[in-house]
């Protein structure tokens, strides 16, 4: 059979339902406790048999617990060795609920408001969700910013030691986090610099949380909490050694996340650095050449490119099923910076998936 003759196969769109599906059977594994229980039994090396896990977990009997634990190891998120089901590395260091990795409770609030998505379509029609979805994520982001905590914490330490190195961290630093959400930002940093200081900004429902990591780890007298919209409060200008814009850009609709980055650049001077972190959408393709540098001309076929940034699109498209924002490029970022007087100097990746971008005031000599 020819290409030209070949059926054309229905997977991706099978693909796509058995996301669907794929999401809920992990959900209802975390509520039901299976891979905590399973992590019970590591030490033994023997697993659980159905009837065993159903036992562990409280399900009336073997048959329903053999679907969910087969459907899991399709999913890679078991493994199953004669009738007994085991914990892949994977579960075992991001879905058991006690692991300092776990990603548990990121899968439950990960996608947002659950409301949001029934509205999707309309949204994209509109332009933004109904008012109701984005007060949701608001309620929401309390238990968002604790989800996703652990990660942030790892990447900011590993900023640190980047600032550091390049000798942009002094002795006593001052910090302005702008949505500091869960401060692991604030709190990753001070541990980092135990004479710094912290201005940390948040909503006021939020704000409380970042307070009681810095009370946790004995230095709440370092942080100064200032609850309100970053773009409206007051803030010291050109004050700050670091401003931290760590995944709330991409919340933003443009003109506001242009704001907010010309607001960091102030606050940080022209000694200061902005540290922004977020899921950068693949650049647009404008007169043949990306603005990445790439050569879109000829026809290039883009489809491999938006392949490879599938994480970052669906987290875009996440946001933009709650809130007004459309994510944002690589392109975004430079552009506002050079509007704003600066520029993008250095991009790394020091944990996976997590770009972190280094913006600095053009210096006079740069600029000439
Ligand atoms: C995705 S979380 C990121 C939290 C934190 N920067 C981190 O990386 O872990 C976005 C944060 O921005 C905060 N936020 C959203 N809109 C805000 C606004 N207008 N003013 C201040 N904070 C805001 C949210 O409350 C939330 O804590």
Known sequence: MNAATA??????????????????????????????ALAKEADTGTGLDAAQLAAAIGAVGPGPVTVLAET?????????????????????RFLVSTAPASMAALVRYSP?????????????????????????????YPALVRATGPTQAGVAKAVAAELERRGWWPEQPTVVDLG??????????????????????????????????????????????VAGDYLDVTLPVAAADVVVLAHVL??????????????????????GVVVVVDYTRPDPVRNGIGEDGEDGGGGEDRSSVYGAARHELLLSLTMLASTAGLGVTVADLRSWAAAAGAELVDSFEPVPRQHVRLIRSRTPEATS
């Open 112 to 140: 947002g408001p659950p409301n949001a998505w029934p509205g999707l379509a309309d949204t994209v029609r509109t332009g933004a969700p109904e008012p109701t979805v984005t007060a949701d994520l608001i309620e929401l």
């Open 180 to 225: 500091c959400g869960s401060g692991a930002w604030l709190t990753g940093l001070l541990q980092s610099r135990p004479n710094g200081q912290v201005i940390a900004v948040d909503l006021p429902n939020v704000l409380p949380i970042a307070e009681q990591a810095a009370t946790d780890i004995g230095m709440r007298d370092q942080v100064i909490a």
């Open 250 to 271: 991409r919340a933003e609709p443009t003109d506001r996340a242009q704001q907010l980055l010309a607001r960091a650049v102030e606050l940080a001077g022209a000694d």
């Open 72 to 92: 899991l190891v399709a999913l890679d998120l078991l493994t199953a060795v004669e009738d007994r089901f085991h914990l892949t590395p994977a579960a075992e």
């Open 7 to 36: 059926p054309v196969s229905p997977a991706p769109v099978w693909d796509v339902i058995n996301g669907f599906t794929s999401y809920w059977a992990l959900s209802a594994a975390l509520d039901l406790g299976v891979f905590d």
